[in-house]
């Protein structure tokens, strides 16, 4: 038993050696320590020794088993070491060839003028105020000087909701501007307070190339004492003229806004024809930009403000119209459209 054990011994370290791949190394294995393997074969048997000569071979025959499992594993790893050596020989890479370029995303042109209106703001001391886009009666209409007679509670400006937000203040709506949460605002932190509000907001409107249902706004608000459109003028000012890039006037003329008293219509110098009259200007040297005017006394009233000792303003444009006369683009709908073509050149 014993010359046995060690000549398969022998014979296995030495093929185990030879081999020179993994799998002569598998068949290798199968063949000493498989199921039927010889070594297998030979400790299966040790039941049928005499009692004195079991122990000696059971000790042997397991002393074989681990040196084979060890010569295995480090053959296997030899091998790999190998096989991957080989391939990396084989497989010549310039590791300072430029990579492959994958296309990847960008800001969307909105978001893009969104946030440089921001900043600009933020450097003159503007808080950024956001909102909810599902409003009630109440907030969006009532408490903005917009009694339920208004033509703009009408269903063919504003989406309802066919829910009630509660009994105090009416149906649920798709904010119509986001003037609300100037409302909010001065209920939650008063007077004084300045704020712009950007966001998304929604109109019953068919569309078409210079309309759509859903777009932007940046709304304002400044309140405090002895405030006046002066200050509004110098805002506005400083704001497009960094905005743009060069200096930018701008004009007032009469407007009316349930929600401001005086009201006004603020237009800027065109920045194509430099005021000297153009086709996008319709040769008057300015162009339509934004309504705005001093806050009524009905809202400073609605937001907890006393009207006897602050006064403010407000102002609202579309962002939308805003990225439209910045880029040339004649399609408001482009902006939404998801035409990767369109959206690339920004």
């Not at 050596?85 to 003028?113: E, F």
């Amino acid at each position: 038993m014993k010359e046995l054990l060690a000549k398969i011994k022998i014979q296995a370290l030495e093929e185990i050696g030879k081999a020179q791949n993994q799998d002569k190394l598998y068949q290798t294995q199968v063949k000493y320590l498989g199921r039927k393997g010889e070594l297998t074969l030979i400790m299966h048997g040790l039941k049928d020794l005499s009692p004195e000569e079991k122990p000696a071979a059971g000790k042997m025959c397991n002393e074989i088993k681990v040196a084979m499992e060890a010569a295995f594993d480090q053959k296997r790893d030899q091998l790999s070491a190998s096989e991957i050596n080989s391939k990396l020989n084989d497989a010549w890479i310039d590791v300072t060839a430029p990579g492959t370029p994958y296309k990847t995303g960008h800001i969307h042109p909105l978001s893009q003028v969104q946030q440089e209106v921001e900043n600009i703001f933020s450097a003159m001391g503007f808080a950024i105020m956001d909102g909810p886009e599902v409003e009630s009666e109440y907030f969006n209409f009532e408490s903005l000087n917009v009694p339920s007679w208004h033509p703009a509670r009408d269903m063919q400006d504003t989406f309802f909701v066919n829910q009630e937000a509660d009994k105090k203040h009416g149906k649920l709506v798709l904010r119509t501007q986001t003037s609300p949460v100037q409302i909010r605002t001065m209920q939650k932190y008063g007077a004084p307070l300045r704020i712009i509000v950007p966001g998304r907001v929604f109109r019953n409107e068919a569309t078409d190339a210079r309309h759509e249902h859903t777009f932007n706004q940046v709304e304002g608000l400044l309140i405090d004492k002895d405030i006046s459109l002066a200050h509004l003028k110098g805002v506005m000012e400083e704001f497009l003229t960094r905005l743009f890039g060069k200096p930018t006037k701008i004009r007032f003329r009469p407007g009316y806004f349930p929600f401001v008293e005086p009201g006004l219509e603020m237009d800027m110098s065109c920045l194509l024809c430099g005021e000297k009259g153009c086709r996008v200007c319709k040769h008057t040297g300015w162009l339509e930009f934004m309504g705005a005017g001093m806050v009524h006394p009905n809202v400073l009233k609605a937001g907890g403000i006393d009207p006897k000792q602050y006064q403010g303003w407000a102002f609202g444009f579309g962002l939308t119209r805003l990225v439209m006369m910045r880029y040339g683009i004649d399609d408001i709908r482009l902006l939404h459209g998801g035409n990767l073509r369109f959206l690339e050149q920004f």
